[in-house]
């Protein structure tokens, strides 16, 4: 498994943009599709993105066209770059990795992933 850090949150007026960053250790990050989850108060951990090991993407219909989800293997980094926040995009945001045989595949589900970080907090004020 890898270890994963995430960095980048804050505190932005809705309409504003954040880029989270997820550092992951090891020398394997490569093998692993990488994913963005957030969870608000009172709510479940929800799917944002997902990125292959290939750099095939899936969103979230609520983030579509807003979030872009990129990762650089050589850096052992995965980013969200987040534009046009809104009020409903207020959460704590959790990178995550899953291990990956296939190049090509990636996953909404959280219980497909096996490491997560400890969490970066994103606050949108309207």
């Known amino acids: 498994q890898v270890q994963l850090v995430e960095s980048g949150g804050g505190l932005v007026q809705a309409g504003g943009s954040l880029t989270l960053s997820c550092v992951a250790s090891?020398?394997?990050?490569?093998?692993?599709?990488m994913g963005w989850f957030r969870q608000a108060p009172g709510k479940e951990r929800e799917f944002v993105a997902v990125i292959s090991r290939t750099a095939g993407t899936d969103y979230a219909d609520s983030v579509k066209g807003r979030f872009t989800i990129s990762r650089d293997n050589a850096k052992n980094t995965v980013n969200l770059q987040m534009n046009s926040l809104k009020s409903e995009d207020t959460a704590v945001y959790y990178c995550?990795?899953?291990?990956?045989?296939?190049?090509?595949?990636?996953?909404?589900?959280?219980?497909?992933?096996?490491?997560w970080g400890q969490g970066t907090q994103v606050t949108v004020s309207s």
């Open positions: 090891g020398r394997t990050f490569s093998r692993y599709a």
């Open positions: 995550a990795a899953k291990f990956s045989i296939s190049l090509y595949v990636t996953s909404r589900r959280p219980a497909d992933f096996g490491s």
